[in-house]
């Protein structure tokens, strides 16, 4: 009798502040990922894939738990994913997979053990946090893009210099190897492998001119790709800003690329390929400029909008391109039902496994958004190391056409970072993608009767979303 065929092995690779916009085949930024484009046409491209909430934690903690941001208490970086949650690792295992992660996890709270790292960068321990990964190579958050600074399966630290992606890479060539016997070979594998670039450079944000290329960085063969090139700048997004960081920015993109075909051509030698899910995507997007902006942290599709793609020979259509809407805290559990395995009844995702098939028949109405300032509130941490970043609450919509925001009445944060979103006193806004498409002609209530019908049914479409999510943000801070 011949035996049962193996389930498919899942490959998912994603990086920080990655914009939908920075990859080559989707026509939008002048950024070079020919590995990824030519992986596109092996699978499919979704050209509206979103983050909930486009920040590091709440948005990491989402996708790897199915599970929304606000119930799971993760609103803010630096905090500890609550070990009890579901997650796609824990689930994977328990179908019998070998499970791996590598590179910036940014799920966790500092111990106090300096073996464990500090405050900024917490180096989770062997244990329940890990939530289900049993071969681990990770940290927490390491922007100095050229330090290595990793905790092991072991506990053991790993400290360097390297440009982090190529580093990594090598740890996930090795693994898929199991050069060391990282992994059991009758088993399948989940390997996640999440880089930290295109992210600024060392973190945080100096509003300093003769700090280079805002601190987005790469090594120099990628950004020399980009150097004394006529940069198009796109009609929405300040020059200055842009051309101080596109450089950077898409030299990271493409130093990324480079990686992704590494871990494509390993797969390949091993003869892998045919039985591997492989998808590639981001945790949120980057301003890069647009709307005089950067980081992320708002409503706008630069800002929310991520790369999503995935191959699975025989199961995932090639050379598709998928326009439905789909959201980061669908994908653990769209993931596992599309290699077979139980969706806990505790994540709140949609199982989109059919729309990966191609086979998904309908529309997603609205993908909810939210965030709530960067840094942790005091009362919530044990480390008074963080930048006080104020109260800039909002949750917002984004629908097929439209995208809404309720934003917080209180102080926005500091001006020369945030800016305030909305002028003093609106409390919502409205943008009609359909007819602006850039985003420039924000629409405030009371401006137009047919809008403010909009609005007031959109406003109840998020009413109905933090609902189900357990969110009080309508009753508490927006009222």
């Known amino acids: 009798m011949a035996s049962a065929p193996r389930q498919p092995n899942l490959l998912f690779v994603f990086a920080d502040q990655w914009r939908r916009q920075a990859v080559g085949c989707m026509g939008a930024d002048p950024v070079l990922t020919p590995r990824i484009d030519a992986f596109a046409g092996q699978g499919t491209l979704f ?62 709270e500092w111990d106090g053990d300096p073996a464990h790292g500090n405050a ?28 290595l600074d990793y905790i092991t399966t072991d506990g053991a630290r790993v400290q360097g210099e390297g440009w982090q992606v190529d580093h990594e890479t090598d740890v996930a060539v090795d693994y898929l190897r199991n050069t060391a016997g990282q992994r059991d070979t009758d088993r399948p594998f989940c390997l996640f492998v999440s880089y930290a670039p295109p992210h600024t450079h060392h973190g945080g944000y100096k509003f300093d001119p003769s700090v280079k290329g805002f601190q987005f960085a790469a090594p120099d063969e990628y950004e020399a790709l980009y150097r004394g090139r006529d940069l198009p700048v796109p009609p929405h997004t300040r020059r200055d800003l842009y051309e101080r960081a596109a450089v950077g920015y898409f030299g990271a993109v493409s130093a990324i690329d480079a990686a992704f075909g590494r871990l494509l051509d390993t797969l390949d030698e091993l003869h892998l390929a045919e039985n591997t899910l492989v998808v590639v995507s981001a945790d949120h997007g980057e301003m890069l400029g647009a709307q005089g902006m950067y980081t992320k942290d708002r409503w706008y599709e630069e800002s929310i909008g991520i790369p999503l793609v995935a ?89 097929e056409r439209y995208t809404y925001a309720a934003v917080s009445r209180e102080q926005y944060g500091d001006p020369r970072r ?62």
Not at 343 to 352: I, T, W
Not at 451 to 479: C, K, N, R
Request: net charge negative.
């Open 311 to 399: 191959r699975l020979p025989g199961t995932v259509p090639a050379g598709r391109r998928e326009g439905r809407m789909v959201s980061v805290v669908d994908y653990a559990p769209s993931l596992l039902g599309l290699l077979g395995a139980e969706v806990p009844a505790a994540m709140q995702g949609r199982n989109r496994a059919n729309l990966f098939r191609g086979t998904e028949t309908g529309e997603q109405s609205s993908v909810p958004l939210y965030f709530a300032a960067g840094a942790p509130p005091r009362h919530r941490v044990k480390w008074d190391v963080f930048p006080d970043e104020g109260n800039r609450d909002w949750r917002g919509l984004r629908t």
């Open 120 to 147: 900024w960068n917490p180096l989770t321990p062997p244990g329940d946090r890990r939530m289900g990964f049993d071969f681990w190579y990770a940290n927490g958050c390491v922007h100095g893009h050229f330090n």
């Open 418 to 479: 945030f800016g305030k979103p909305v002028p003093e006193g609106v409390k919502q806004v409205l943008i009609d993608n359909a007819v602006d498409p850039w985003q420039v002609n924000p629409i405030y209530p009371g401006q137009d009767a047919r809008y403010d019908t909009v609005m007031d049914s959109l406003h109840a479409q998020l009413a109905a979303w933090l609902d189900e999510m357990g969110d009080p943000f309508l009753q508490e801070l927006w009222i």
């Open 47 to 108: 050209e509206r894939a979103y983050c909930n909430s486009p920040l590091c934690t709440p948005s990491r903690a989402s996708l790897i738990t199915g599970v929304h941001a606000f119930p799971l208490g993760m609103m803010h970086n630096w905090l500890e994913l609550p070990p009890e949650s579901p997650s796609i690792a824990k689930s994977l295992r328990a179908a019998g997979y070998d499970t791996g992660y590598i590179g910036k996890w940014h799920l966790d």
